[in-house]
Nanobody, 127 residues
């Protein structure tokens, strides 16, 4: 059964941590990514992960602070968010790239390549 549901958002203070979860049953052979859209900003890729566990950053601003991981047994993809900043405030989405024969390259975490989206979860970083 296919499932793609993001959860775990909430309110956190600057410097705090939050872990988002994406239930992703049925997508073992596809890249899955975390994306976000802040008020007044374009949607951007954050981190994406391949069926082999390769990862790539789409947003330089999260390097060293965010980590994507994938638990194939549990059919879950996680986004661990540490050292959160107010500018991380956004709606966060998980999505699937269902392109046949896609390769892990520089476009691997571009929103335009992801065609199956879950509902977003709000992350608010505020004091």
């Amino acid at each position: 059964q296919f499932q793609l549901e993001a959860s775990g958002g909430g309110l956190v203070q600057p410097g705090g941590s939050l872990r988002l979860s994406c239930a992703a049953s049925g997508f073992d052979y596809y890249p899955i990514g975390w994306f976000r859209q802040a008020p007044g900003k374009e949607r951007e890729g954050v981190l994406c992960i391949s069926p082999s566990g390769d990862t790539t950053n789409a947003a330089d601003s999260v390097k060293g602070r965010f980590t994507i991981s994938r638990d194939f047994a549990k059919k879950m993809v996680y986004l661990q968010m540490n050292s959160l900043k107010p500018e991380d405030t956004a709606v966060y989405y998980c999505a699937v790239d269902r392109r046949a024969g896609s390769t892990w390259d520089s476009s691997a975490c571009e929103p335009r390549n992801y065609d199956y989206w879950g509902q977003g979860t709000q992350v608010t970083v505020s004091s």
